[in-house]
């Protein structure tokens, strides 16, 4: 026979429990009633472990649920807000002012750091379309110089 008493019994599958000897008292019997002679079984027969050394079932989380939360309480997670300077710094780089909106992804990276706020990737596109645009723009400007510088010379040779 097992004991009852010892913990390791208690996932035993195949352990039965004492029956009490004596029928269970009605619903109006006290604990433990003198006159009738009923009790809800022996004492000894108890387990001897406090509700925090018994085994502990294990409930498996769901998503958007937090371990210590009920379930029917969900977990609401809210989306941090995306920085403002950012979109513009990328669209004003799209648009072709390169050094501006180069500028504004730099400041707008900085701020999404200190207000732990989205949009580093609009801001870091914004910088490097900004200053691919401002080296864009210096090229042409250098070529246009050039046709200016060399079309004057022509000018001068001919005359």
């Known amino acids: ?3 009852p008493d010892n913990p390791s019994n208690w996932s035993d599958p195949t352990y039965q429990p004492p029956q009490p000897s004596e029928p269970w008292p009605s619903a109006s019997a006290p604990d433990s ?3 009738t002679g009923y009790t809800y079984g022996d004492p000894s027969t108890y387990p001897t472990t406090t509700p925090s050394q018994a085994p502990q079932p294990y409930y498996p989380t769901q998503p958007g649920y937090a371990p210590g939360q009920p379930y029917g309480q969900p977990q609401y997670i809210v989306a941090q807000p995306t920085n403002g300077l950012a979109i513009a710094s990328m669209i004003v780089s799209i648009l072709g002012f390169g050094p501006i909106g180069a500028i504004m992804g730099h400041i ?3 701020q999404i750091r200190e207000r732990n706020e ?8 914004g910088v490097i379309v900004g200053w691919i ?5 210096v090229v042409a400007c250098g070529f246009f110089v050039l046709a200016i510088v060399a079309s004057a010379g022509a ?3 001919a005359g």
Request: hydrophobic share 45%; proline share 4%; net charge neutral.
């Open 118 to 125: 989205q949009g580093d990737g609009f801001a870091l596109a």
């Open 133 to 137: 645009t401002t080296a864009i723009w």
């Open 1 to 3: 026979m097992t004991n």
């Open 108 to 110: 707008a990276r900085k």
């Open 155 to 157: 000018a001068t040779g």
């Open 33 to 35: 009633a003198p006159e």
